[in-house]
């Protein structure tokens, strides 16, 4: 049966199931850590908490909503594929795992709700410090009360960018290129390695804006729908829409400028 909701219920759900979510985080990071696999290349792990959390997660979900398809970084599509008008959930278990292996507090449980291949409801919650954003499509972008608009710096050459590196070597190179051609041109760059959390801050203007190449659909929904919300231009490259080739996440003053110098870098190129 396909049964969808207000983005408002949505949220609320979400919000509750990722609290819960961040709680076993926190617990399972304070009784030690380590890496139970690794996936893609020998850097890219998955700890004990990252499955536990999801598994939590997807436990939690389909106590309230059932017939929900899913979408999750470890576990992935589980048994259903959304249904058209139906609602998908797609959950980051930890965002910034490996922060989270370091002890670093960078790393967050994301989970928003998708009707219709488009993001409605979102939260994004820090593991380390309880810091939790939220968002409704239409509805605003929040942080633990209050609303949130992104950064009204309009110089290119002022602006703080945050970005990320994927896990693959040669990606990773790539960007590397990318990263030192573009830093002459910015205030500065920030790596700070959890891309919800990253579209957070820009949310709010703790950076002023974020790109990345290689972005999973767990690392950007609810983060991009923050971010979108609180005005920042969220796209790929030429209007296509934010993906894995790129994430451009701009206020508008900002938004031509860095895509202009992230297309002459081929930002979305190389591997
Ligand atoms: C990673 C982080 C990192 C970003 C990578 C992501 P994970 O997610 O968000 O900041 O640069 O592209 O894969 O592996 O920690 O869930």
């Known amino acids: 049966m396909i049964r969808t909701a207000p983005p408002q219920e949505l949220l609320e759900i979400a919000i509750d199931v ?3 979510a961040a709680a076993t985080a926190h617990r399972m990071r304070a009784e030690g850590v380590s890496v139970a696999a690794t996936k893609s290349t020998a850097t890219d792990v998955v700890t004990a908490a990252d499955r536990a959390v999801e598994r939590q997660v ?10 929900d398809a899913v979408l999750g970084e470890e576990y992935g599509a589980g048994e259903t594929g959304p249904a058209a008008g139906g609602v998908r959930w797609i959950i980051d278990p930890i965002d910034g795992t490996v922060n989270y292996l370091y002890g670093l507090p960078y790393c967050a449980v994301s989970l928003a709700a998708e009707v219709d291949g488009r993001v409605v409801a979102g939260v994004v919650r820090n593991v ?3 810091e939790e954003w939220t968002a409704t499509a239409g509805g605003g972008a929040w942080r633990d009360g209050e609303r949130l608009g992104c950064s009204t710096e309009t110089d290119l050459g002022q602006a703080l960018v945050a970005t990320g590196f994927g896990y693959d070597p040669r990606r990773r190179a790539h960007q590397a290129r990318v990263v030192a051609e573009l830093i002459p041109h910015v205030r500065d760059i920030r790596r700070m390695g959890a891309a919800a959390l990253d579209l957070c801050l820009a949310a709010e203007g703790r950076v002023d804006a974020y790109y990345e190449k290689g972005l999973a659909a767990w690392d950007l929904a609810a983060g991009g729908l923050v971010a979108t919300e609180a005005g920042l231009r969220v796209t790929g ?10 994430v451009i996440a701009a206020p508008p003053a900002l938004f031509e400028p860095l895509h202009t110098r992230l297309a002459a870098l081929d930002a979305s190129g190389g591997p």
């Open 58 to 67: 997807l436990d939690a979900l389909r106590r309230v909503r059932p017939e």
């Open 128 to 130: 380390a410090t309880g």
């Open 237 to 246: 490259l030429d209007g296509r829409p934010a993906g894995p080739d790129l």
């Open 18 to 20: 990722a609290r819960d």
